[in-house]
């Protein structure tokens, strides 16, 4: 990383550029590289055992499966919100607007406590549900529940400002042409917006794949059932399993990069396949 | 030749051409409630009032009950137990280490934050994107991980445990740790927002600086800061809202002993656990308190960033 | 102070944007670097200021070597093409910005200060704007405003990326002669770049007109109008015809007319390219033996000048004529006629 080509007179490239890279490195990649030496050391026989127990594999299978019903239910209705921000007017938009971002400003305790208090059997919403046998709190159904509101404002964002730049004349020309406006909906405005949805649905479940905080408290936490990964990670901690709470968490790092590499590369590529999404 | 004519140019005033480009996406018919009454490319009243039903209700179930939630709960037990909760010595002493540790997490993620946006926006160099792509990189590590991989490190049997247990310095289960991983979780917020914002804004002004005679920190001060002004506090208040309420990474460095090692967060767990609801609530209005804050603040610095980008939109057009 | 820039060399990549380029500017002369977009002279004027730094080369300031002299210290006036007012301070701060950021022992107090900015804010008449902001202001006015601060650190030299570029057509007008009569009065060294050779041709002592990364020709407005030095010259700086043509011993022919050409005598038999401009063609109603037949195929008659477009009956290749209302008028010329074209001021380039 060499200022070779750029005999920019601005000040401070060097400085400002090794600070950085120092920085990064003593508080991200050392750290974090730290975990795939200590999981290295571990057998491929340990290993395994650590992340494949069954205990350990009904978790992933819970963590993904609930992420991506939280992520697939904020598609539906963070759409949906960004249309009605965009697009129509009402009392208390701007007031509702800003609140979207409330699950970013939240802690996630505080969020945890909260939902698992509404939505147990004598909370506001849960002695609703509860005639109909519907049990959301201290069920796989809370985790879906909180890893909706954590994900929440990820798809209304992306989607919201590629909303508000799509031109009101194309739609007018469809309408002009003949278009209904069911039909101007499925072929002029969702191509535009699909790679601000996909961006966000997977923001969001990045995001909820992770997320700690917000789960335990409503989650129950029983193992096999409600049993989330990173809680994995902290039973073995807590039991002096270094090695097995690295490994799990190899494997939770490995998914994570993966995800991050695979947003920023679908970005760039709609960045010049469409030029329009965030 | 690589480039054709047109493009040397087009190299020396790539700053101007992105400024005039976000001329021209302004430009567009923004889609306003001006161009939402026009029937032609609106939907039914009933349509609209439906889609407006819907996500009202839905972002009440999500949002609005919730908050309502917290302060019910606190308050449950009347007004004494709620301010009995939150003077009670541990969750002041809670308090006092939740500002200690975003004291010291916040600033040391601005300065970082400004160093990288300097070097990414204003230069060239080879891996820039990468660099870019790293700098997210905490963003993607579950918090828990976060928290981990510094008990990897610095616990007694982490790279430098032992080191430290012989030199009698804890940094895990220890304030140390805890702001290490605070750090982590909020490293991308200040440079996240300043790398757009600086590259938007190109480099003519430093370098009208720099021809008027001044020196490399009085351009900074002068010039940049005050052009960055409103980027950076958005930044910083996302950073301390997020500094303040973490919980997975710090959870997992803190050792939660209680008067010591103790946020606010960590806190609320304590209580909720063990079964003081009343007080576990008032402790996390608190923190909600300093959510819609977050939120207002946002908000304001939001409305006076765009006063600032319409003036520059008209300086350019004229 | 003069400039002398010596064989300047400046790569992006491996695209050459200056490829040696050498100039000398005398004390107190406004010079035009014109050329089409890409062709260098904005890095050049960077260069000069300090705000790039070249390949390989040297640039001195009254004889003295520059290259190495940070842009800070070079005492240069630079007015950017956006003009680069900082938009959170008032016109009087960004005009008093480089008195300010001086080193203490040469800092102004703050009454000479005072005194400066508004003698320059005088200067460019704008003294009523000095506590505005930037964007409250016009184009026209952030241009002056620009020059102000470019001059309120005294520069020996003066330099500008595209004065008017970002100005609409009348403001242009009226703010490139004002220019002019400053440098008159002010006599700073001064360099513009421009790609409008309609405003180098008007406001600059000399032109230095530049293409692909080299210099094409150096002259004042006049010689470079009506001596070109090259074709792209020709064609970048006013319309042009231009015929194909061979040479051959000294002679071109261009349809029926033969040229000599004393310094061509040793050319065979070899392609050229012969240029024209429209008022140097002379429309007959008769053949002369040394002229062109050709039909008018458009006649543009609104002004004093009459424009007319004509098609070549040999070769039906497209010409252009401009004649005086006086001289069209006395032709009674209609459209369809044909007529016979006698060029004056032919220059004859071989083709390679």
């Known amino acids: ?278 | 030749m690589a480039f054709s004519g047109g493009q040397i140019d087009a190299l020396v005033m790539l700053d101007k051409k992105e400024d005039l480009m976000s001329v021209t996406i302004s430009q567009y018919t923004k889609y306003t409630d001006k161009v939402a009454s026009n029937r032609a490319i609106s939907e039914a009243a009933w349509v609209r009032y439906t889609l407006i039903g819907l996500t009202l209700l839905f972002l009440s179930l999500f949002l609005f009950i919730p908050l309502a939630a917290v302060f019910t709960e606190a308050l449950r037990k009347g007004a004494q137990t709620y301010f009995a909760a939150i003077v009670e010595p541990d969750a002041l002493s809670a308090i006092k280490l939740t500002l200690i540790v975003a004291g010291i997490a916040v600033p040391m993620n601005l300065v970082f934050g400004v160093a990288a946006a300097w070097a990414i926006a204003k230069f060239e160099f080879r891996g820039k994107s990468f660099l870019t792509t790293l700098i997210d990189l905490p963003f993607a590590v579950s918090p828990v991980v976060a928290g981990l991989i510094y008990v990897l490190m610095f616990g007694l049997q982490g790279w430098f445990g032992g080191w430290l247990s012989d030199h009698d310095f804890k940094i895990v289960f220890a304030i140390p740790g805890i702001v290490l991983a605070t750090t982590f979780v909020t490293f991308p917020f200040v440079a996240r927002e300043l790398i757009p914002l600086m590259q938007a804004q190109g480099k003519e002004e430093e370098e009208a600086a720099l021809v008027l005679g001044a020196s490399g920190w009085q351009m900074f001060w002068r010039v940049t800061l005050p052009n960055i002004k409103w980027g950076l506090l958005y930044g910083v208040i996302l950073c301390n809202a997020r500094a303040m309420g973490e919980f997975g990474a710090v959870s997992v460095v803190s050792g939660h002993i209680r008067g010591l090692t103790n946020t606010l967060p960590l806190h609320v767990e304590i209580l909720y656990n063990e079964y003081n609801y009343a007080a576990a609530f008032a402790v996390a209005s608190l923190l909600a308190l300093l959510a819609l804050l977050t939120l207002a603040l946002k908000s304001y610095v939001e409305w006076q960033a765009a006063k600032n980008a319409a003036d520059i939109e008209k300086e350019i057009k004229e | 102070m003069s400039i002398e820039i010596k064989n300047i060399k400046r790569n992006f990549g491996s695209f050459s944007a200056l490829n040696g380029v050498s100039l000398n500017i005398p004390t107190g002369e406004l010079v035009a670097l014109l050329g089409p977009s890409g062709c260098g002279k904005t890095t050049l004027l960077r260069i000069i200021a300090g705000l790039e730094t070249p390949d390989s080369g040297s640039i001195h300031f009254q004889g003295e070597d520059a290259t190495d002299i940070a842009v800070r210290e070079r005492g240069v006036g630079f007015v950017f093409q956006h003009y680069a007012l900082f938009r959170h301070m008032t016109i009087f701060e960004n005009v008093a910005f480089g008195l300010r950021v001086r080193p203490k022992h040469t800092r102004p107090n703050e009454t000479e200060i005072k005194r400066r900015v508004h003698e320059l804010l005088n200067l460019v008449q704008l003294n009523w704007l000095a506590d505005r902001y930037p964007p409250q202001l016009s184009g026209g006015q952030r241009q002056r405003i620009a020059l102000a601060r470019a001059l309120a650190v005294e520069p020996k030299v003066l330099l500008l990326d595209e004065p008017f570029g970002a100005l609409d057509a009348k403001v242009r007008k009226d703010l490139r002669r004002w220019l002019r009569r400053l440098h008159d009065e002010l006599h700073i060294t001064s360099v513009f770049v421009t790609h409008d050779q309609e405003e180098a041709l008007e406001v600059a002592d000399r032109i230095v007109v530049m293409n692909q990364g080299v210099v094409e020709q150096i002259g004042s407005p006049q010689e470079v109008y009506d001596n070109p030095a090259s074709p792209f010259v020709y064609q970048f700086l006013g319309n042009v015809n231009l015929f194909h043509s061979r040479v051959h011993a000294g002679f071109a022919k261009i349809g029926d007319i033969e040229l000599e050409l004393d310094e061509h005598q040793q050319i065979q038999d070899s392609p050229a390219l012969a240029y024209v401009r429209p008022h140097d063609i002379e429309i007959l109603r008769y053949p002369d033996g040394t002229s062109i037949q050709a039909k008018i195929s458009y006649i543009h008659a609104v002004g004093p000048i009459v424009h007319l477009e004509l098609k070549r009956l040999d070769t039906n290749a497209h010409v252009e004529v401009e004649l005086t209302r006086e001289r069209f008028d006395s032709l009674k010329l209609n459209e369809g006629e044909t007529v016979f074209l006698r060029p004056h001021n032919l220059r004859v380039f071989l083709q390679n």
Not at chain 1, 57 to 68: I, N
């Open chain 1, 1 to 278: 990383m060499k200022n070779k080509h750029n005999k920019n007179t601005l000040p401070g490239f060097n400085l400002s550029l090794g600070y950085a890279v120092l920085y990064l490195s003593l508080i991200v990649l050392i750290p974090l590289s730290a975990t795939f030496f200590k999981a290295f050391t571990l057998s491929w026989a340990d290993f395994w055992q650590a992340v494949a127990s069954p205990r350990v594999v009904a978790s992933y299978k819970l963590t993904f499966g609930a992420s991506l019903i939280g992520a697939l239910i904020n598609v539906v209705f963070g759409l949906l919100t960004a249309w009605v921000l965009t697009r129509y007017h009402f009392f208390g938009k701007k007031f509702v607007d800003a609140f979207v971002d409330f699950p970013f400003a939240l802690p996630t305790a505080v969020a945890g406590i909260a939902l698992s208090a509404i939505y147990s059997t004598n909370g506001w919403i849960g002695s609703w549900l509860e005639p109909f046998g519907i049990h959301v709190a201290y069920t796989p159904l809370g985790v879906v529940v909180a890893l909706t509101f954590i994900g929440l404002p990820f798809v209304v964002r992306t989607v919201q400002p590629v909303l508000e730049d799509l031109g009101a004349e194309v739609e007018e020309a469809a309408a002009s042409l003949g278009a209904n406006r069911w039909q101007v909906f499925y072929k002029i405005i969702l191509p535009a917006i699909w790679p601000a949805l996909i961006t966000g649905f997977a923001l969001a479940f990045a995001r909820a794949v992770g997320e700690y905080g917000s789960v335990i408290f409503i989650a129950g936490n029983m193992p096999m059932v409600s049993e989330i990964t990173p809680l994995i990670i902290i039973t073995k901690l807590e039991q002096y399993d270094y090695a097995g709470a690295t490994a799990v968490a190899a494997v939770m790092l490995v998914i994570s990069f993966i995800l991050l590499f695979a947003i920023n590369g679908f970005q760039w590529w709609s960045n010049r396949r469409f030029g329009n999404a965030r």
